[in-house]
């Protein structure tokens, strides 16, 4: 296809930033309203479980257009969703918490721990991210990889399980998320969805 | 229809919160950028000129008695940063939809076990009554906290009149139910079964604390705020202070409340701000009062009845205040 690979990909990347640079502006022009860190974690939470279901995309796009220019970006887009889940994190743990009560925090409240597993799921697959370490990690490259799918499931818990009252957004991206891990499913067969499972050689 | 002739005894609000002075002081933060990027908090670049204290002015008496002299939170944010579902669950949906609800003419039904059950009008139910201005914490279940002061009447003056007999152990409360003005009444994933409902014990409803509010920062209140008669019971978290009611009834049974119906185990009953009986979620040893700064957060200790324990906490004596939270 004639699509120029390096204008989509500056596209994306643009893209990508955008929800950041508007945080940033936002946080300049002190726009934020007058609970900003409570707005502020709550945005690059919520940006970063957007960006993992972008990432997620990829696949179906890429099959349901027949261009492989989608793939060109996934590394990209997946880092991303890691930089905002990192940021939303130290936001958390900054502006919110204060880094005071640690211990009751990631231990009693299952929000918390919904999402800190999820984040120690995205941290091997940030640093294994590289194409060296493609290369080194070879077939385990991908069974590894598929730790994305329990990782954006934990996500949704973690989002699901921090509700008060109404949870039509949950169900939108509970929809969205079945949606994209279905249709692997359905594609590749359900036993594509477990993670760390590397197949025999063929 | 608030408006009411002015006692002689009454200050006017321009003499006790110079609304100049204070938009003043708005608009002198407003060009504090630095200084929020520098750690003195996040102040606000809208321009408090353009967000005068609306509706109409009512007349009070200033009690300085039943007043914080803390700093008030700005008018701003008290009325663009609420938590009213049924307008949506962001803080800003209320003050972007709450329009949709009509408050003029508005009634209250009144019934249950008291000798002077009916429908009253709004006007009929203030009209004996002198406003005041209590200037009170709010302490929010979320952990943050505002300083607000409101205008309206006791509900130790208002209740009585309508007699609740000796069966009344408990007032329950009400707010609208309306889909067409209310917008997140609509919703069909929300686990709220409306209308929203609150209640008291009676002890609880006729302390001197327990408010009837019609009016902030001297004027009427906004619709996102609970237009147009909102509850305001200080030492139990925002919840409890139920907006926009239609109905109070007197009851023998303790009520059930609408967050207790949703999640019991988080929300109960009685819902006095205590530092020591943690959210199941998060802590509630401190609170944010706002405005907060995001490098500087305004962090404060909870207070145990947000730090109203001389006037309330013998309602409580001899009840475990960890079960009965
Ligand atoms: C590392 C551990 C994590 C902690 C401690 C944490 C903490 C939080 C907190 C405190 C909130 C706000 C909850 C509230 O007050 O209602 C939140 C919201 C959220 N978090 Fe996390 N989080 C973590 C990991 C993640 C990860 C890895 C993601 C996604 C990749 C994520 C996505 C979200 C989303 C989507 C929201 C909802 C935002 C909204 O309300 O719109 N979180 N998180």
Redo the contacts with the bound molecule.
């Keep these: 296809m004639a699509i120029p690979l390096l204008p989509f990909r500056i596209l994306v990347f643009v893209l990508s930033c955008m929800p950041f640079a508007l945080l940033v502006l936002d946080i300049v022009t002190g726009s934020l309203g007058p609970d900003p860190g409570?707005t502020v974690?709550?945005a690059l939470?919520?940006s970063?479980?957007q960006l993992?279901i972008a990432t997620l995309f990829i696949t179906p796009l890429a099959r349901w257009t027949h261009w492989s220019g989608w793939i060109k970006v996934r590394r990209m887009l997946g880092l991303f969703?890691f930089f905002y889940?990192s940021l939303?994190?130290m936001a958390?743990l900054q502006f919110?918490l204060g880094w005071g009560d640690l211990w009751a925090t990631f231990t009693k409240r299952p929000y918390?721990i919904f999402?800190?597993l999820?984040?120690l799921l995205?941290i091997p697959l940030a640093a294994t991210s590289t194409k060296a370490m493609m290369r080194r990690l070879g077939r385990q490259w991908k069974p590894l990889h598929r730790l994305v799918y329990p990782a954006v499931a934990l996500?949704w818990l973690?989002?699901l399980f921090?509700a008060r009252s109404d949870i039509t957004e949950m169900v939108v991206y509970g929809l969205v998320v079945a949606f994209l891990l279905g249709v692997r499913g359905y594609w590749f067969g359900w036993r594509s969805l477990v993670p760390l499972r590397i197949p025999k050689r063929a | 229809m608030l408006i009411k002739k002015r006692p002689s005894w009454a200050l006017s609000h321009s003499e006790i919160t110079p609304e100049s002075v204070y938009l003043d002081r708005r608009r002198f933060m407003g060009g504090l950028v630095a200084a929020a990027l520098a750690g003195a908090g996040v102040p606000r670049l809208v321009d408090a000129a353009a967000l005068p204290v609306q509706g109409e002015s009512l007349d009070y008496a200033a009690m300085p008695g039943f007043s914080t002299e803390e700093e008030k939170t700005p008018y701003e944010d008290v009325t663009r940063y609420n938590n009213f579902y049924e307008f949506g669950t962001d803080k800003g949906d209320p003050a972007k939809y709450a329009d949709e609800m009509s408050v003029d003419p508005w009634s209250v039904t009144v019934e249950g076990e008291c000798g002077k059950p009916g429908t009253y009008g709004l006007e009929d139910l203030v009209r004996p009554h002198d406003y005041q201005e209590r200037i009170y914490r709010l302490r929010c279940v979320e952990a943050w906290s505002m300083v607000v002061p409101w205008i309206g009447i006791p509900l130790a003056d208002l209740l009585p009149r309508f007699e609740p007999n000796s069966r009344a152990k408990y007032v329950y409360f009400e707010t609208l139910y309306d889909p067409d003005q209310m917008r997140a009444q609509r919703s069909l994933f929300s686990t709220i079964d409306w209308p929203y409902q609150e209640g008291l014990r009676m002890d609880e409803a006729m302390n001197e604390l327990s408010f009837m509010a019609v009016g902030l920062y001297g004027k009427t209140l906004p619709k996102q705020n609970g237009a147009p008669m909102r509850l305001v019971v200080p030492w139990k978290y925002g919840f409890k202070s139920i907006k926009s009611i239609v109905k109070i009834r007197f009851q023998e049974e303790r009520p059930k409340t609408t967050w207790e119906m949703i999640a019991p185990q988080e929300y109960g009953f009685y819902a006095n701000v205590n530092p020591e009986v943690d959210h199941p979620r998060w802590s509630q040893k401190r609170e944010r009062r706002l405005p907060s700064g995001l490098l500087s957060p305004n962090w404060i200790e909870t207070r145990k009845f947000n730090g109203y324990g001389d006037q309330v906490a013998h309602l409580y004596k001899g009840m475990d205040l960890t079960k009965y939270y």
Excluded: K
């Design positions: 409570q974690t709550e939470g919520l970063a479980l993992m969703a889940a939303h994190l958390f919110i918390i999402g800190s999820a984040f995205l996500v973690h989002f921090q």
